[in-house]
């Protein structure tokens, strides 16, 4: 099983910024992408931005130019910079990864971190 533990939430002013950071834990497992969802109170869980081991990005059109998602394959990270925080950026922020076991890359598995607070105050 491969774990994901996020940090980095805050309550933070607008205007504001945060960096998110997602670190995947567990035994002979390939990464292929990483990304962030969030989930405000009473909203679907929506998809922020999601990175590929090979670097290519997607943002949702919400973020788009004022988030950026990175990763870093040798520690199996993904970071999620948030620039110009707005008060509808308050969700609960998870992190997941799409990954396969060694020797096995055709069948992907999927996990989830457990969430972290983000709360942007007007």
């Known amino acids: 099983q491969v774990h994901l533990v996020e940090s980095g939430g805050d309550l933070v002013q607008a205007g504001g910024s945060l960096r998110l950071s997602c670190a995947a834990s567990g035994s002979s497992f390939s990464i292929t992408a990483m990304g962030w969802h969030r989930q405000a109170p009473g909203k679907q869980r929506e998809l922020v931005a999601v990175?590929?081991?090979?670097?290519?990005?997607n943002y949702a059109d919400s973020v788009k130019g004022r988030f950026t998602i990175s990763r870093d394959n040798a520690k199996n990270t993904v970071y999620l910079q948030m620039n110009s925080l707005k008060p509808e950026d308050t969700a609960v922020y998870y992190c997941n990864a799409d990954f396969y076991y060694s020797g096995t890359p055709t069948l992907l598995y999927g996990s989830w971190g457990q969430g972290t607070q983000v709360t942007v105050s007007s």
């Open positions: 990175t590929t081991r090979n670097g290519s990005t």
